[in-house]
């Protein structure tokens, strides 16, 4: 299974969106969640990757059936759902994503998925990617139930998430038994894995586990440390 890099669209412009499929990027996940922009943005940050190659993967605030609904039918590839802690969790999120008889999600033929009415029918449509993100110690429980759901493409742990998770909760397993327990499910059941990376020195030990999903920090990161590098050199002056 081919690694597919990634990164975090943080800050809702159309122009960095544009930018990371320019440089080649595999795919983006444009943040509904904790992002700085609202869905209303979503379609222009859409149309910036159209012609390219880039996936468009949409972090949902929630797994709300209206809101996986109206991302699809603006055309994006796929959906990441926070939080998935149960295999009702995923099960609910695949009915979202999914027309009948696998799934609930309305039919609209004139959305801009399918060129507004131009283009292919609703049963030609690849189905869309569903990254689970594994979030807590109750989903890592239950990861390999939810790596089992017919739907779900790929586990996707959140990092800092699932860190203050397991201090709140003053958990017994480490974090690194939690990652590598949550590849495992994934691999056992022939599904993908990721993870957000922030720190270039986590490479070498991430490669290693053989995460197919991999997301390069975000702009909105990669923004602030190039602000802080340069005023940094100019305080200096």
């Known amino acids: 299974m081919k690694t597919q ?6 800050t809702g412009s159309p122009a960095l969106t544009e930018l990371a499929a320019e440089c080649g990027f ?3 996940l444009i943040d509904l969640e904790h992002g700085c922009e609202s869905e209303a943005a979503l379609p222009n940050q859409l149309r910036a990757l159209r012609g390219s190659q880039t996936l468009a993967i949409v972090r949902v605030s929630a797994p709300h059936v209206d809101l996986i609904g109206r991302v699809l039918d603006w055309g994006a590839d796929g959906i990441m759902v926070p939080h998935v ?3 009702a969790h995923a099960e609910h999120c695949v009915q979202a994503a999914l027309y009948p008889p696998k799934g609930m999600r309305g039919v609209s033929r004139t959305v801009r998925a399918y060129g507004y009415g131009l283009r292919l029918p609703v049963n030609d449509v690849p189905k869309p990617i569903i990254l689970a993100q594994i979030e807590t110690a109750e989903g890592v ?8 759901v017919e739907g779900i493409d790929a586990l996707f742990i959140g990092p800092a998430d699932l860190s203050y998770d ?8 480490s974090y690194d038994d939690c990652l590598n327990a949550v590849v495992k499910a ?3 059941h022939g599904k993908g894995c990721g993870i957000l990376v922030r720190h270039a020195d986590d490479k070498e030990k991430l490669k290693a586990l ?3 999903w991999v997301a390069m920090d975000s702009d909105l990161s990669l923004v602030r440390e190039g602000f802080k590098r340069n005023l940094e050199v100019g305080r200096a002056w």
């Open 85 to 87: 802690d149960t295999v």
């Open 5 to 10: 890099i990634g990164t975090f669209i943080s």
């Open 186 to 188: 994934a691999k056992h």
């Open 210 to 212: 053989g995460l197919t």
């Open 26 to 28: 595999d795919w983006v």
């Open 141 to 148: 429980s239950n990861a390999n139930s939810i790596a089992e």
């Open 166 to 173: 397991l201090k709140a909760r003053n958990s017994p397993h």
